[in-house]
C-alpha cells in the first residue's frame, strides 16, 4: 500500500519539523508549509491525502484556509490543531468541515488515529 501524503501547514518552523519528523517515523509521507496561502499554491502539484493546519495563523488562518478549499472545491480531511483552547473552537472547527480538531502540544497517539481516521473517512 503507498504510503500517505500528509500536509502540514504551520507557521512555526519548530512545529512543521516535528511533526514532520513525527509522521516520518510513523510511515507517513509529509510536506510542510509556513503559511495556508504556501499551501494553497502547491496544490497545482496534487491534493494530499490529509491536511493537518494550525488554527491561529497571520494572513489566513487554519478556518479560512478550510472555507477557501471548500469554495473552489478541493476536499481534504483537515485536522486542525492550536494552543487556543476557546470554548467555541471545536463547533467552529467542526462546522467548517474539520475531521478532527486536537490541541497542542499533541498527543503522538491521538494525532496518528487522527490521521488514519481521516484518511480512511476519505
Do not use: W
Not at 474539520?98 to 497517539?109: G, H, I, T
Amino acid at each position: 500500500m503507498p504510503t500517505a501524503r500528509v500536509a502540514i501547514v504551520d507557521d512555526e518552523a519548530s512545529v512543521r519539523r516535528a511533526l514532520a519528523r513525527l509522521l516520518g517515523a510513523s510511515s507517513f509521507s509529509s510536506r510542510t508549509y509556513a503559511s495556508a496561502r504556501e499551501f494553497l499554491n502547491s496544490l497545482v502539484c496534487g491534493v494530499p491525502e490529509c491536511l493537518i493546519v494550525d488554527l491561529q495563523m497571520p494572513e489566513m488562518t487554519g478556518l479560512e484556509l478550510q472555507h477557501e478549499l471548500l469554495r473552489v472545491g478541493v476536499k481534504i480531511p483537515t485536522i486542525v490543531i492550536t494552543a487556543h483552547n476557546g470554548e467555541s473552537f471545536r463547533e467552529r472547527c467542526r462546522a467548517a468541515g474539520a475531521a478532527a480538531c486536537l490541541l497542542k502540544p499533541l498527543d503522538e497517539v491521538t494525532l496518528i488515529a487522527a490521521i488514519n481516521t481521516a484518511i480512511e473517512r476519505r
